[in-house]
């Protein structure tokens, strides 16, 4: 679904992307990790089309990535920082705005934003404004709102971050519903590769250069994760007793 072959990304005279190559296939979820800086952002939005190559390519579906978003069938939820204002609209109006470019009339998009709503569970808060809802309840507006165009891809810039552990464990079971349910291929940067791992489909590792590509316990053998993360990281170990457990929350401290 998503081919991405030899690509290199340089903002500001900056390289950010070194020579990137690997494929998703239609229905995986994947997830994104890598030190802060590392570039996973950058990535993602080369692939929406926002960034442009500086060398190779990204396709989806065989397509350029701005012919594929026009045909509406991408959902993308930003890195959470570019939303959290306190938006004086409700609940129901910020879904809606998911339907912007598509053209049918109000009372057919109240109709479809009210059924998403009820989807990820947040129907009885349509009214509410949505800076007064809560960081996982606004998470879950803002995929109702990603979702609403009934897309193939899903894109999550750190979906979970500012959402507590409790609401983020029913976030992840409700992307893993969406995947089963509608097939959705999701993508999706994260730093909580213990709650994603039981689920994922594969993982990408990525510091500038593509570190690592492949399925998630082999991304888990100490050599993988110290290569990708360097000396500049620490290690939180949550159970002594539990080899893979002590990737679970990986903090990225500089020395
Ligand atoms: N628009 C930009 N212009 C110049 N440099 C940028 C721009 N956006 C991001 N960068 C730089 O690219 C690097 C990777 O950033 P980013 O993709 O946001 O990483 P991540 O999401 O992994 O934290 C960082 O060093 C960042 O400062
Ligand atoms: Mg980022």
Not at 26 to 55: C, Y
Not at 91 to 105: N, P, R, T, W
Not at 168 to 187: A, C, D, M, P, R
Not at 239 to 253: G, I, R
Request: contains cysteine; positive net charge; hydrophobic residues 40%.
């Amino acid at each position: 679904m998503i081919k991405i072959e030899n690509l290199w990304v340089e903002l500001n005279g900056n390289l950010i992307l070194e020579d990137i190559s690997l494929e998703i296939k239609k229905g995986e979820i994947v997830a994104i990790v890598g030190p802060n800086g590392g570039g996973k952002t950058t990535l993602i939005r080369t692939i929406l089309g926002f960034v442009k190559p500086t060398k190779g390519r990204v396709l989806i579906d065989g397509k350029e990535p701005k012919d594929y978003i026009k045909s509406g069938k991408v959902g993308y939820l930003p890195q959470k920082s570019s939303y959290e204002r306190d938006f004086p609209v409700s609940a129901l109006d910020v879904v809606m705005f998911g339907l912007v470019e598509v053209k049918i009339s109000k009372k057919e998009k109240e109709k479809k934003a009210l059924e998403v709503l009820r989807y990820v569970g947040m129907e009885s808060f349509k009214d509410k404004p949505f800076g007064k809802l809560s960081g996982g309840q606004q998470q879950r507006v803002m995929i109702a709102r990603a979702i609403i165009s009934e897309p193939e891809l899903l894109i999550l810039d750190e979906p979970s971050t500012g959402v507590d552990v409790v609401a983020q464990e029913s976030f992840y079971e409700f992307i893993k519903k969406l995947n089963q349910e509608k097939g959705i291929t999701v993508l999706m940067i994260t730093h909580d590769i213990g709650a994603v791992g039981s689920f994922v489909h594969k993982v990408v590792g990525l510091n500038k250069k593509l570190h690592y590509f492949g399925d998630f316990k082999d991304f888990l053998q100490k050599s993988n994760v110290d290569k990708l993360y360097g000396s500049e990281v620490k290690l939180l170990i949550h159970s002594p007793e539990c080899f893979t457990c002590q990737y679970f929350n990986v903090e990225v401290k500089k020395h």
